[in-house]
Structures are given as structure tokens and as C-alpha cells.
């Protein structure tokens, strides 16, 4: 069982910053990718950006404006949000899965395994 508990979220004004954590516990010494999703009110969640391994990548809408990271001494993930847009609105979500052999198999989220509870992030016109 892995654990996951994210922290960051708030409210920024359009053009601003955040950064989101996504610190990891329990059973995490095997091989997972670890990535974030976000829900916009009335949508379903929605792949943002995944970690494997130090391999990245990013949905169209957030490449180039976001950057995920990973500290794997303090077993955490991080989301840096720079350029915020209002419609980067949502709920987000830290995720973790055990690597199915090719990023594109956990760009959904019925890839994955392991979730936080979601840190609301809103971005003020």
C-alpha cells in the first residue's frame, strides 16, 4: 500500500505561481510512476503530467507553464504552476502506479493504483 498526501493548493491570480507536494509513504520502494491529474468542476480528471524514473511528460495544455519534479529522498513529487489561467481551475490530484512498461499506458487515470485526497487550486481573473 502506498499513501499519498498532497499539500500547496490555494488561490493565485491569473499569471501567478504554485507549487504543489505530493508526499508518498508507505510502500514505496518499487518501481512507480508517479503523476498528477486535476478535476475542473462538472469534468471528469484529466491527466496533467507524469514522473518515471526522471522521464517526463506533459499534457498539451500545461507544456511549457508546468514542471514535475521528484525528491526521491523525501519520497515526494512536486507540481511547480507558473503562467497560471483561469482554466487551470480544478482539484488536483497526486496519483501512483506501478510502471506498466511505457508511459502511455498510465495517461488515464484507470492506470492508477494509488491516490490523494486532491488539493483545490483556483486561478482568479
Known amino acids: 500500500q502506498v499513501q499519498l498526501v498532497e499539500s500547496g493548493g490555494g488561490l493565485v491570480q491569473t499569471g501567478g505561481s504554485l507549487r504543489l507536494s505530493c508526499a508518498a509513504s508507505?510502500?514505496?520502494?518499487?518501481?512507480?510512476?508517479m503523476s498528477w491529474f486535476r478535476q475542473a468542476p462538472g469534468k471528469g480528471r484529466v491527466f496533467v503530467a507524469i514522473w518515471s524514473s526522471g522521464t517526463t511528460y506533459y499534457a498539451d495544455s500545461v507544456k511549457g507553464r508546468f514542471t514535475i519534479s521528484r525528491d526521491n529522498a523525501k519520497n515526494t513529487v512536486y507540481l511547480q504552476m507558473s503562467s497560471l489561467k483561469p482554466e487551470d481551475t480544478a482539484v488536483y490530484y497526486c496519483a501512483a502506479a506501478t510502471y506498466r512498461g511505457a508511459l502511455y499506458l498510465h495517461l488515464d487515470d484507470v492506470a492508477y493504483d494509488y491516490w490523494g485526497q486532491g488539493t483545490q487550486v483556483t486561478v482568479s481573473s
Open positions: 508507505g510502500r514505496t520502494s518499487g518501481n512507480y510512476v
